[in-house]
């Protein structure tokens, strides 16, 4: 049985699942960046949030039991001559918890300057703690 999410808040373990559930999590996307004169055109679009994947472990979890869930939303626009803003992260449970899981969000697009700007780097971590990976499911 599939459950998606599309807002933060808690997901409940249903009567129906078994001890390991395939994960899938994403990390908001970053803005593009702004460049507001003749001389700064042409700015970079945001980065992708991290894309996670996994089998997990939930036995942990009671059936009926509650597992917070977080959304990263997508950073926020800008104006003027600036960087975009990073994506927030997803997470999956809370740090500590041996199922947590987090998405990181994506880097913030840069704004032409002359030649260029860079753009913001977006977090990057292991993203998943303690998982099963093998062909369950």
């Known amino acids: 049985r599939e459950t998606r999410v599309y807002a933060s808040g808690n997901w409940t373990r249903p009567a129906n699942s078994g001890p390991v559930i395939k994960l899938i999590l994403t990390g908001g996307g970053g803005s593009g960046g702004c460049g507001v004169s003749w001389s700064h055109n042409g700015s970079g679009g945001g980065g992708a949030g991290q894309l996670v994947e996994t089998w997990l472990d939930i036995s942990a ?19 003027g001559n600036s960087n975009g803003n990073n994506g927030g992260n997803s997470a999956f449970g809370s740090n500590g918890n ?12 840069g704004y032409p300057y002359g030649t260029g700007n860079n753009g913001n780097s977006g977090s990057m971590g292991q993203g998943v703690g303690k998982s099963l990976r093998n062909n369950q499911g």
């Open 98 to 109: 041996s199922y947590y899981v987090i998405a990181y969000g994506g880097g913030g697009g």
């Open 61 to 79: 979890v009671p059936i009926g039991g509650t597992i917070p869930i977080t959304i990263g939303s997508g950073g926020a626009a800008v104006g």
